[in-house]
């Protein structure tokens, strides 16, 4: 049981690059969730699904695009990296709405040059 | 709007106590995490409440009033391995969780 995975741990991107992070959990979760964290702010939303085939805006959904084609997993695609996006990403899940801890994954380091 | 304040950073020594607050404003309660996230790592869950009153967990105890508005984390015979930063999360009126920015606790021997 590895809980809640993310791919890749750290990259670097140029201004303008592509890219998709991966999410994958394997507790049959049905809610899942894309979270960004800046130095000195807290975790900000920027995507979430309810269940397979369902996704919803968070708080910070500008520049970012997700997709849920499988119920274990959440792909985050950033089109056109921009260096505002420099961040650390963490992707969390949930087994239904009103259970309300998450289990985060181990989160993933990026850099937009 | 809704908003969460904790003290940005704390300093404390080992074996002591330390109590980091949280305040907050949001549409609707429907509980309040306490995570600990070491610098670099994900944060892990250390406790939840939904009801007024103290939680307590070994080292670790949680204080909720709804009422106020309020919560802290008390954390006892502090070592150094509890220097990390203490995320405080409220679950809104969708069960969306508003976090707080974290208080960062710095535990000097």
């Known amino acids: 049981n590895a809980g809640v995975t993310q791919t890749p741990k750290f990259r670097v991107l140029k201004t303008g690059q592509s890219m998709t992070l991966l999410c994958a959990q394997d507790?049959?979760?049905?809610?899942m969730y894309w979270y960004r964290q800046d130095p000195g702010m807290g975790l900000r939303l920027i995507h979430y699904?309810?269940?397979?085939?369902?996704?919803a805006k968070g708080e910070v959904p500008d520049g970012y695009n997700v997709s849920r084609l499988k119920k274990q997993n959440f792909l985050l695609g950033l089109e056109s990296a921009a260096p505002s996006q420099t961040s650390v990403y963490f992707c969390?899940?949930?087994?239904?709405?009103?259970?309300?801890?998450?289990?985060f994954g181990p989160g993933t380091r990026l850099t937009v040059l | 709007g809704q908003n969460i304040d904790q003290p940005t950073e704390m300093t404390a020594t080992e074996g002591a106590i330390v109590q980091i607050n949280c305040t907050y404003q949001?549409?609707?309660?429907?509980?309040l995490f306490w995570y600990q996230q070491h610098a670099g790592e994900a944060p892990t869950f250390l406790s939840y409440?939904?009801l007024d009153g103290l939680e307590e967990k070994g080292r670790f105890s949680s204080f909720l009033s709804r009422s106020k508005g309020y919560s802290y984390l008390l954390l006892k015979e502090l070592q150094m391995k509890d220097s990390a930063s203490y995320l405080c999360?409220?679950?809104?009126?969708?069960?969306?969780?508003?976090w707080g920015a974290g208080t960062k606790l710095i535990i000097k021997p």
């Open positions: 969390a899940s949930k087994p239904a709405r009103e259970l309300n801890e998450q289990f």
């Open positions: 507790m049959n979760h049905e809610y």
């Open positions: 699904s309810v269940g397979e085939g369902t996704t």
């Open positions: 949001t549409s609707g309660f429907n509980g």
């Open positions: 409440n939904v």
């Open positions: 999360a409220v679950v809104d009126s969708n069960y969306q969780l508003i």
